[in-house]
């Protein structure tokens, strides 16, 4: 079966090419984009969407895990996944891939960034930030009742990196501890609580994201990442993430040969980190809808997104 | 020796005595298996039910499926093929209701195609004007209930227009009406089939067990590879988790109804489908809508759950604003979610009563009064909403649709509240946070973790032997040692370790508010009022302020989880007191006991039996809430449950992990259900 | 089809056991019932060898205490339980071979069931409850409505028709199951203790009301009770079971002058006589050559009721049938034994 979707996989990946050719008209079945429960994921989803019935496609939004999503990509529910994270999501994507149905559809221009981050009055608190050294120095402000007198570093969920923060800390001898948060959710009301009374935190958070907007905050530097410096990849483990991870896009394998026309626009869709950065704000910071910040959006950007069309 | 075969509280202290020492001789790191079982080939359970649920869909009985939009003859099953079926009849009906409701082109489409959409753009269903639709929910509520329900219906209707939340409230009502009849229907079915057929209740009611203490998000990912992602997904989840008190519930009521009534029917003629449908479950009504009206809290309490795989709706906006940390607005979404369920529940109750008269002779207009009405303003409210976009083109038509911006907003407030509550509560907690977590919660776990596995479930079959003799003793021992046998004994301890704090703080606090409350008939009301309120309103709302309160911890996980837990055991000691016959209270009075010995000499002993029922209650509660509590961060199943939603085999481990929750809460069902019967019987109130 | 001669219902060795293996054993002993073998193996018996008739318009009472097997004898001739052995007739026909439809088919046209608790539908009005029997037959809900509206007035509760049974009172609720037995114009009727859970003076009252509409509607009737006062009050024959068996059937008036065994004679001692007992059953033989008393009283008069004057005659006083022809004698002496005496020295005619 998996040898099968392979092959279908290969077809349809064949097939783009002579589509290019026949230029066969795209099906009005709706194009279905997920919805996860983030900002710039939401608001991209209606950008793209807005983007497919520019050029008179059907469009449906559906709600969804975004861990679950890849399966249901692969079973053909839900057509494409237009923010694959590298750090977070790599893992259930590249199962999909392995299990076949699925397609890597490329990059958005935007990298991504993923690392330890504090937010910017940290800075006061602790002298000598971003650096991880000064951060160890200063642990014991970190520190919160369940941490043992160590620093706390509120990491995300478990599942997206799992053991490669308890790895570098341990390498490089921290004196910290790892708690692992169970949803972003929980990573902002913490944000949010420590910011109300200057508390020192450092949580994992990435870029592009809300928190570029506004008083903001850095990543904290660690030694440079080189390749295999993990300790899953047989390093020694003492290196930060990679500073510019991949933001993929994927699709249903049947997306070329179903909709070709929606699915060369959507090869072509490529989002700066400023475009993400906007898009969010427009939601976080002057509180429209989601809909309405993907309308302005597609009205301020025309000549952005015409190009890919 | 006679003592102590009769004192069972003396055969315990020897259990608990032999127990600690195991404990204490059973060394971590020489204890091999009696500390923890070792890597065995049980492990590869989670992987086995995953192959076996994947052949199920992607390679058992392979038929050739045309796709006539590609041109192409794919590879299918027959159960993939049947499953997208019932995914397509339920995902149409939703769509019908909601595009009744909001508009919209796919129930047209179901009988046309999109290219025939495409080019008549006429060809849809236009949305209702909210004033037809809150008129609507007046006159339904006037018609089925009188005056004090067309208000409730009527004003709850407008409350979710007017503070702009009608796209999703109606998204929530229409995969609710479509989710609740279903379970209704399957509940009564199966219910009835359990009555007629002993070999058949003997086997559902195993799995009933499961799936009523079965996280949801353990089942989430077998529901979205069978059933695919969407409202129909959401749906299809919401049932297979209602269902099942709504089948206890009819069984029940069957079971209740004389044997008198039964030859009554019989002797009056009806064949065997009339007996059924006439006579008894008619005569068990009153059971029978107790688990309408459960399920219709359980469909509402799932709505942000099914959210994950694709139900629209309340749930979804809850989830999203909860994640930008919209408290205010979250707190008003799930305002609405409890209003819906508070409507249902009156309409569907009062739908069940409603009494036919046979004797009026009414002419046309009066007994269709209801009906003309709607339509009558159907027809008034759209012209007025059509005109008003006549005059005022550009403007925000308020009579037809008021948008999430558009509508009034009380979040503002909420936020300021919580605002103010975090900045001036937050330094006093702090010593009380430090307190329970380095004092309390930290040893607990410790004390949890270093429990050998020889001597748990040398605890747990002594304490089945106590409880209900040999039978229990073997049921209680192999849900612990199945969970023993997988890799996750450790994580399964803590999830025992939050469980076991959350379910005695609840229990303390609930049963103290129930006897309080108990004692006058008003605020015994009021408490039902509240309790019934806390189960359908989201609990996802409570974890962001206690992070913010508490910190990414185990106590914040605690809290949320006390909050929930604590309405059972509140519910069950108000019910189980006021329960109490009042031939014997007034024996008690007689006898010259005053309040207080009445309350612990008569009253308590008397509803025991059923404040335990409440305490299992809340023993299941508890394990639902530690495994949503994951959200926040926790190190127990749950963390591993949302981790399976990533995992390649994830579909397995979801499942084996979710059973490793369900068995720990039947261990301790089983455990209080069979001590509660006995007591019942020794009491003479079974 | 029924003839006048043929018993409207008729049972032969009709045997009841209860017990897991009560078939087996019956089937080992080549169908043949021996009750020390079935006791031995801890079954029940219920109906231990029942033979009866019942004709049409007779009201047969099985009386019996509880635990006596009346209730489980009904049970069985209106085949709400399957009888273990022995034959049961309806109209001739063979009510234990008939297959279900047949059965539901005699049940919908043929028997009304009274309950001792009613066994109303609580969810119901009491209109709805009288049309049931009627719209399981698939009569429309107008006609059934006429129907039922015909049957409380028959029961006397007209304006209570939207009532719910738990806003009526037990001898209402009574009615109504009254009603609802009768709404199909039954042939047979079963009343299973219909007055047992009601108070004494409700109970007089329902019993008067019973006997009204028996009068206008003459069914074949079974009616079983716990109580001897009823029995004799309203029988036409009284069939006295105990342990299952039947120990006694006869006419009221044979079994209080003559009960055949020590535990029938038990309930006939406390009888007062005079109240239940006509003229006719104890009246001695007439001939011409008698001196009479210019008084002369009916044979169906209560023995009470006349009992005054007849002890004031000095002259034997006549008992004259309904065409006034005399027919039998009574005197003071008579009536003494009546009144004072003990029973088994009464004459009995019949």
């Not at chain 1, 807005?50 to 679950?68: C, K, L």
């Not at chain 2, 890799?487 to 609930?510: C, E, H, K, N, Q």
Request: glycine share 8%; hydrophobic share 50%.
């Amino acid at each position: 079966m998996k040898f099968l979707n392979k092959i279908a996989t290969a077809a349809a990946v064949g097939s783009l090419a002579l589509g290019a050719t026949i230029a066969q008209a795209d099906s009005k079945e709706p194009i279905v984009i997920p919805t996860h429960n983030w900002t710039s994921q939401i608001t991209m989803a209606y950008v793209i969407g807005g983007i497919f019935e520019s050029i008179g496609n059907n469009v449906s939004y559906v709600p969804a895990d975004s861990q679950a999503v890849y399966e249901s990509i692969r079973n053909g529910d839900v057509t494409i996944s237009h923010e694959v994270w590298q750090s977070t999501f790599s893992k259930s994507f590249n199962n999909a891939l392995d299990a076949g149905g699925i397609i890597d559809v490329g990059t958005h221009a935007s990298v991504t960034q993923e690392e330890w981050w504090y937010p910017a009055y940290v800075g006061e608190l602790c002298p000598g930030l971003p650096s991880w050294e000064a951060l160890n120095d200063c642990a014991d402000i970190f520190a919160t009742a369940g941490s043992g007198g160590k620093g706390r570093y509120l990491d995300g969920p478990m599942d997206w990196h799992g053991q490669e923060t308890l790895d570098r800390i341990e390498a490089l001898d921290m004196d910290f501890t790892a708690k692992f948060a169970g949803s972003s959710g929980a990573l902002w009301a913490e944000l949010e609580s420590a910011a109300k009374d200057n508390r020192a935190v450092v949580v994992f958070n990435w870029s592009p994201n809300f928190t570029d907007a506004g008083d903001g905050g850095s990543f904290v530097e660690f030694p440079e990442y080189t390749d295999g410096c993990k300790k899953a990849d047989g390093g020694d483990g003492k290196c930060g993430s990679p500073p510019a991870g991949w933001l993929k896009k994927a699709a249903h394998y049947q997306m070329p040969k179903k909709w070709p026309e929606a699915y060369k626009i959507f090869n072509n869709v490529s989002f700066t980190k400023g475009d993400i950065g906007n898009m969010a704000a427009l939601v976080d910071i002057d509180g429209m809808s989601h809909e309405a910040a993907a309308a302005k959006w597609l009205e301020d950007n025309e000549a952005t997104w015409k190009a890919w069309l | 020796m006679q003592y102590f075969i009769k004192h069972k509280w003396a055969q315990f202290a020897v259990l608990l005595a032999v127990f600690y020492v195991l404990a204490t001789v059973i060394d971590p790191a020489t204890g091999g298996n009696w500390w923890r079982i070792q890597e065995t080939r049980f492990w590869l359970l989670p992987d086995v039910v995953n192959n076996a649920l994947r052949f199920l869909i992607d390679d058992f009985w392979v038929v050739d499926v045309y796709d006539s939009e590609l041109d192409i003859t794919e590879e299918s099953t027959v159960v993939k093929e049947f499953t997208r079926t019932v995914s397509g009849v339920v995902l149409f009906s939703i769509n019908l209701i909601r595009e009744l409701l909001l508009g919209g082109v796919k129930t047209v489409v179901a009988f046309t195609s999109w290219e025939f959409i495409s080019e008549h753009k006429w060809a849809r269903i236009p949305a209702l004007p909210w004033p037809a639709v809150a008129a609507g929910a007046f006159i339904v509520g006037h018609c089925l209930g009188g005056r004090n329900l067309s208000v409730l219906a009527g004003a709850s209707t407008i409350y979710i227009a007017v503070f702009g939340q009608w796209t999703p409230a109606m998204q929530t009502l229409s995969f609710v009406l479509v989710a609740v009849p279903i379970s209704c229907f399957l509940g009564l079915m199966l219910g009835a089939i359990a009555y007629k057929s002993k070999a058949f209740e003997t086997i559902l009611a195993p799995l009933l067990n499961v799936a009523q203490s079965m996280p949801h998000f353990a089942y989430l990912i077998p529901v979205v590879i069978f059933f695919g992602i969407g409202d129909h997904a959401g749906a299809i989840s919401t049932v297979i988790f209602a269902t099942p008190p709504m089948i206890r519930l009819t069984l029940l009521g069957l079971k209740k109804v004389p044997p008198e009534v039964l030859e009554a029917g019989t002797m009056s003629g009806c064949n065997s489908r009339q007996l059924m449908f006439r006579v008894l479950i008619p005569s068990a009504r009153h059971d029978i809508l107790i688990g309408v009206n459960q399920v219709i809290m359980q469909c509402l309490a799932m709505a942000v759950i099914a959210s994950f795989i694709g139900a629209k709706g309340l749930g979804y906006e809850l989830l999203v604003s909860l994640n930008m940390l919209k408290i205010g607005q979250a707190l008003e979404l799930g305002v609405s979610i409890v209003l819906i369920a508070v409507v249902l529940d009156r309409l569907s109750l009062a739908w069940a009563n409603k009494q036919a008269d046979y004797l009026a002779d009414l002419p046309f207009h009066l007994r269709h009064k209801h009906s003309l009405a709607f339509l009558g303003i159907l027809i008034f409210t759209s012209v007025i909403a059509y005109v008003a976009s006549m005059v005022f083109p550009d403007k925000v038509n308020y009579l037809y649709f008021i948008d999430e911006a558009q509508g009034f907003s009380t979040e503002k407030f909420w936020d300021v509240m919580v605002d103010w509550l975090i900045t001036n509560t937050y330094q006093g907690v702090q010593g009380f946070n430090f307190f329970m977590i380095t004092s309390v919660l930290m040893p607990m776990k410790e004390a949890f973790l270093s429990m050998p596995v020889a001597a748990t479930l040398f605890l747990v079959a002594g304490t089945g032997y106590i409880v209900g003799g040999l039978r229990s003793a073997v049921i209680v021992t192999a849900f612990i040692a199945f969970i023993a046998l997988t890799p996750w004994w450790d994580r399964a301890l803590i999830t025992a370790y939050m469980a076991t704090f959350a379910v005695v703080v609840s229990v303390i606090i609930g049963c103290s508010m129930g006897i309080l409350c108990s004692r006058s008939p008003r605020a015994t009301r009021v408490i039902l009022l509240v309790c019934d309120t806390f189960q359908t309103f989201p609990s996802f709302v409570y974890l962001i302020p206690v992070i913010m309160l508490f910190g990414v911890s185990d106590l914040s996980v605690l809290i949320a989880v006390i909050v929930y837990a604590t309405i059972p055991a509140t519910r069950y000691t108000v019910e189980g007191l006021t329960n109490v016959p009042q031939a014997l209270q007034d024996a008690g009075s007689m006898s010259g006991v005053n309040r207080l010995q009445r309350l612990l000499k008569i009253e308590l002993p008397l509803a025991f039996p059923h404040i335990m029922l409440g305490i299992n209650q809340t023993v299941i509660f508890a394990l639902f809430m530690i495994i949503i509590g994951a959200f926040i961060g926790t190190d127990d199943l749950g963390q591993l449950i949302m981790q399976s939603l990533s995992e390649a085999n994830g579909m397995g481990q979801g499942i084996i992990l979710g059973l490793c929750v369900a068995f720990i809460g039947l261990a301790v069902d089983h455990l209080i259900h069979t001590w509660a019967e006995q007591r019942k019987q020794v009491l003479g109130i079974a | 089809m029924s003839t006048s001669t043929q018993p409207v219902i008729k049972c032969e060795s009709v045997y009841k056991i209860f017990g897991e293996n009560a078939a087996r054993i019956i089937e080992q002993s080549g169908g043949k019932v021996e009750t020390a073998a079935l006791l031995e193996a801890g079954c029940v018996i219920g109906v231990n060898n029942a033979s009866f008739e019942v004709h049409e318009g007779e009201l047969l009472v099985v009386m019996g205490l509880s635990g006596s097997g009346k209730s489980t004898l009904l049970r069985c001739i209106s085949r709400l339980i399957e009888t273990t052995a022995g034959n049961i007739h309806i109209d001739g026909d063979d009510l234990l071979a008939m297959n279900d439809k047949e059965l539901i088919d005699i049940r919908r046209n043929k028997m009304g069931m009274v309950f001792q608790n009613f066994a109303l539908l609580p969810h119901k009005t009491v209109l709805e409850n009288i049309a049931l029997p009627l719209q399981v037959k698939g009569m429309s809900t107008s006609d059934s409505m006429d129907r039922a509206l015909d049957m409380v007035n028959l029961v006397e509760l007209a304006g209570r028709e939207n009532y719910f049974p738990r806003q009526l009172s037990g001898g209402q609720q009574q009615r109504v199951g009254i009603a609802r037995s009768l709404a199909v114009e039954p042939d047979i009727w079963f009343l299973d203790e219909p007055f047992s859970a009601l108070d004494p003076l409700i109970r007089r009252e329902m019993q008067d009301e019973f006997l009204r509409i028996q009068s206008a509607l003459k069914k074949t009737i079974l009616f079983v009770t716990h109580d001897f006062d009823e029995a004799i009050r309203l029988a036409d024959r009284i069939a006295i079971m105990k342990d299952g068996v039947i120990e006694q059937i006869d006419t009221p008036a044979n079994i209080i002058l003559s009960p055949a065994t020590e535990y029938v004679a038990r309930f006939t001692r406390e009888v007062p006589r005079e109240r239940v007992l006509s003229c006719q059953t104890i009246m001695g033989k007439y001939d011409d050559s008698q001196d009479m008393s210019d008084l002369t009283v009916s044979q169906e008069a209560i023995i009470e009721s006349v009992a005054k004057p007849i002890l004031t005659q000095q002259k034997p006083v006549g008992v004259t049938d309904s065409e006034g022809e005399i027919v039998g004698v009574l005197n003071s002496k008579i009536m003494a034994n009546v009144l004072f005496g003990d029973a088994n020295s009464l004459p009995v005619n019949n």
